[in-house]
């Protein structure tokens, strides 16, 4: 069956000669060849019938067309545009030497349009990968993604679980299930290695994939940091940056997040670094635990989930940014650090770091900047694409 054709409005598709991947429900001015449905493959044409690329049709929000080939040559992907993709995606990770180590076996494969691949995440834990469909073109080719998998790395993975059920649009595909596209659940404890720390992971009914890699570098960096000082972790889930702090030799760390589970998930890590006597994890609100406790830190980290889905929370996610900040401040002891970070899209640095400065002025605290912060290698940006830049942070010295 041949694939409908997006033909776009004219002056519409400068964008995609720049290599954007997505194509906006407003560019598009006719189709051709019939109505594709959510998650066909489609080609698009300039106005002038040129062919600029071809790429996944979604028809329930404003990004019409998710790119995944451009120019007069690009062809619907097969068997070996998969394999090329996800090839290619490994070699990178190679050359970031995340592959093949001891100290660390854990990382992103595919981060999206960051590696051509629009609406796919595929992290790596081990010897199993985990797949995450945000769209339904994505969903749909399931099967082939999962063939390129085992064909990049063979007999090093063990199992492929897709984690799609909470990503892929709901309506276009209503009876999701997550579950195993290769192998299946070895029912033990799954324990990865990340930097020479280790961390018990669950792919399965965690949040997300499972853990949150895009912190690794800024991990690594607290740990530096961490030496002798009383430490606060907020928003904790699996303790990621606790044990980090554990292992480089806190005096303290306090770990707290509303989920009793990531709670659960934080302990056991303490365990596993073998410094759980100088750990204590509370199931609590973040700014209720801030309120209701009066105790000063050294070194404190506030790491919310993302405040704003779309732009028109944007605002709200900035008065929440400043309060969160604030309160943190607070309980930041004289030359205190924190570790404040952002992964909501819509809000850039620059409003971030605004939000970040309203809440030191209303501490009255003066504050120094030491690292603007930002997501790892294996996150990568496309030059093409900086709407990829999510996570932001800073690390401020607090008077």
């Not at 990770?93 to 796919?120: I, K």
């Not at 700014?287 to 105790?295: D, E, Q, R, V």
Request: proline letters at 5%; hydrophobic letters at 40%.
């Amino acid at each position: 069956m041949n694939p409908a054709t997006i033909v776009l409005k004219n002056g519409k598709d400068h964008s995609l000669r720049r290599r954007h991947p997505w194509v906006f429900s407003g560019a598009i001015a006719r189709v051709k060849g019939g109505d594709p449905h959510e998650g066909d493959p489609v080609r698009v044409e300039a106005a002038n019938g040129e062919l600029l690329g071809v790429g996944h049709f979604s028809g329930g929000g404003s990004i019409a067309v998710r790119m995944l080939d451009f120019g007069q040559n690009a062809a619907l992907p097969t068997a070996d545009y998969w394999e090329e993709k996800l090839g290619n995606a490994y070699q990178l990770r190679q050359r970031l030497g995340l592959t093949g180590t001891a100290d660390t076996n854990v990382f992103r494969l595919v981060h999206a349009e960051g590696d051509g691949l629009p609406g796919l995440i595929i992290d790596v834990y081990g010897d199993v990968a985990v797949v995450q469909a945000h769209s339904v073109g994505m969903y749909r080719a399931r099967p082939e993604i999962a063939a390129a998998l085992r064909a990049v790395f063979g007999d090093k993975l063990r199992a492929i679980y897709d984690k799609s059920a909470e990503t892929v649009p709901g309506n276009a595909v209503p009876d999701a299930r997550n579950g195993y596209l290769f192998g299946e659940s070895s029912g033990a404890e799954h324990v990865v290695s990340e930097n020479g720390h280790q961390f018990a992971v669950d792919w399965e009914t965690g949040q997300k994939t499972g853990f949150f890699i895009d912190q690794r570098d800024n991990r690594a960096l607290l740990a530096r940091y961490s030496p002798g000082r009383r430490v606060l972790n907020t928003f904790c889930y699996t303790g990621g940056f606790s044990v980090y702090a554990l292992e480089a030799g806190a005096e303290l760390v306090h770990s707290v997040d509303s989920s009793k589970k990531a709670i659960a998930l934080t302990e056991r890590n303490a365990e596993l670094s073998h410094h759980a006597d100088r750990h204590a994890a509370y199931p609590d609100d973040v700014l209720g635990f801030l309120k209701n406790h009066s105790a000063e830190y050294d070194l404190l980290v506030l790491d919310p989930p993302a405040f704003a889905k779309h732009m028109g929370a944007r605002h709200a996610a900035l008065m929440g940014y400043k309060r969160l900040n604030a309160a943190g401040i607070a309980h930041l002891a004289p030359g205190g650090l924190l570790f404040t970070f952002s992964c909501s899209q819509v809000v850039s640095p620059e409003l971030f770091e605004g939000a970040v400065l309203a809440a030191a002025i209303e501490a009255g605290r003066p504050a120094r900047i030491l690292h603007r912060l930002t997501q790892p290698a294996d996150h990568p940006v496309s030059l093409f694409h900086p709407e990829g830049a999510y996570l932001k942070g800073l690390v401020l010295a607090v008077e």
